[in-house]
């Protein structure tokens, strides 16, 4: 029965992470670690994250722009790590009742002006990179924030997804294998279920790409602004009902 449940969420989770972009933490981790220690979740859900990543940058290897990985990525994940490093300086809630207001605000403007977009120009695409790993890094949140970003840019929804998958599978390796050096391990069900699970990822992300072939690029954007209008909603709620 445990197995059947963890499949399924796996394969909604994998779904909604490679429809937006983000999100398969947020649905899995609060869910999982009602039943597992919050480390064996995050690493179990790490490995999916990872996975569904993969898949994203396979099903969607069209939208592969070298450039891009190269101006957002690479600064994009060097200031994820430094602000990674004011973990424990800053306030946490604070921070994340900000960026939960940012979240609400910045994808109903996007939904009220369409037109909005900013030049993917190195400068822009840079200076938006370094802003957004940073801030991802002191949070922890980067799927959205990244997202938010690349959103900025409006990009035909193939690259969007390609470039998010890319990026997140380098965080992802590094954050999988710090999990794995604390000496994090997964329970017999977990671990020999992966044969299972992984498969529901590629399952998952299949499934949305089928869904996102019917969507037009007008609405893609729509989309991924009600995904992060709706973390910006749980981050604000999870701050007053931690």
């Not at 070298?66 to 690479?74: E, K, T, V």
């Not at 939904?111 to 922890?140: H, Q, V, W, Y």
């Not at 498969?199 to 009600?226: H, T, V």
Request: proline share 4%; hydrophobic share 55%; charged share 10%.
């Amino acid at each position: 029965m445990q197995v059947a449940i963890i499949t399924l969420l796996t394969i909604v989770a994998s779904g909604v992470g490679t429809l937006s972009g983000f999100g398969t933490s947020t649905v899995m981790v609060p869910l999982l670690s009602l039943f597992f220690p919050i480390q064996m979740t995050l690493l179990f859900v790490g490995i999916i994250h990872l996975f569904g990543n993969i898949w994203k940058m396979l099903l969607f290897y069209r939208g592969i722009r070298w450039r891009l990985l190269l101006y957002f990525g690479i600064p994009g994940v060097i200031f994820s790590f430094a602000g990674a490093q004011l973990t424990g300086v800053v306030n946490q809630t604070v921070l994340k009742q900000l960026l939960g207001v940012f979240l609400i605000i910045y994808p109903v403007t996007l939904l009220l002006k369409p037109s909005l977009k900013l030049k993917t120009s190195p400068g822009f695409t840079i200076s938006t990179a370094i802003l957004s790993g940073f801030i991802a890094g002191i949070i922890g949140v980067g799927g959205a924030i990244r997202s938010a970003a690349l959103s900025a840019f409006n990009l035909h929804k193939t690259i969007y997804i390609f470039t998010n998958g890319a990026i997140s599978l380098g965080v992802d390796i590094t954050r999988v294998a710090v999990y794995v050096e604390q000496g994090t391990v997964l329970t017999e069900t977990l671990l020999y279920g992966m044969v299972i699970y992984i498969p529901a990822s590629f399952m998952g992300a299949y499934l949305a790409k089928r869904i996102l072939r019917k969507i037009p690029q007008k609405r893609f954007r729509k989309i991924i602004s009600l995904f992060l209008l709706l973390t910006g909603i749980y981050l604000l709620l999870s701050t007053v009902y931690p």
